[in-house]
């Protein structure tokens, strides 16, 4: 009967003790989707070149996109997160005279270009892992690839013919100041902004007719995702 008591007991403090751990799991990698709105604080020099006259410049339109992150944890404070977006289409608008000679420029859309840019962030998340709210900081590198460059028909009125655009590569700092609720195990909530500097040269080229700028685009994001730990 003593041993059976005995038997009893030490199952039922293994069956908890098992619960307890469970309930304790950290898990070290997560993977987050949501929504990226992307918000251009862009500047640029006028443009120059044959037959552009003064104050002609160019601004980029917000975009709205699907974000996608991975976290890496290294510690109850510190982790690495891997963020990115799928590539949305850019629109690029005339800035300045309402018009160039007969053709209209201010407000149209001149260009379009999709851009994939994969940002490499080190993370601290205050708090204790056992609070559900945790508000985090993160610093990092964002590199931004320009691809898919094209000209509208309104572009290459402006410009005089068929042009091909051309945008370099960006490498820059990024900052994030966002916030993290944890739901359940697994399954948490993330709000973030965010803050890119991105800059490129812009090339557009119209049957050998080079016209130039510099563009800093300097993007702000607002991130609203849902997280999964594993």
Known sequence: MNTCKTLASFALLSIAATGAASAATVHSNQVRVGAYFVMYDSKANDISGPFVPAGVNLEAKDVNTVYLAYLRRFSPHISVELAAGVPPKTET??????????????????????WFAP????????????????PYLEAGVNYTHFFDRKSTAAGDAVNGGPTQISLTNSVGPAITAGL?????????????????????DYVGNTAGVLRRTHIDFNPTAIVVAAGYSF
């Open 93 to 114: 608008a005339g800035k300045g005279p309402a018009a160039l000679g007969s053709v209209p420029f201010n407000g149209q859309v001149l260009s379009t270009a999709k």
């Open 180 to 200: 993290t609720w944890q739901i359940q195990e697994r399954w948490s909530l993330h709000a973030s902004y965010s803050r890119s500097w991105v800059k490129s």
């Open 119 to 134: 940002t490499l962030l080190l993370c601290y998340t205050f708090r204790d892992e056992s609070q559900a709210l945790r």
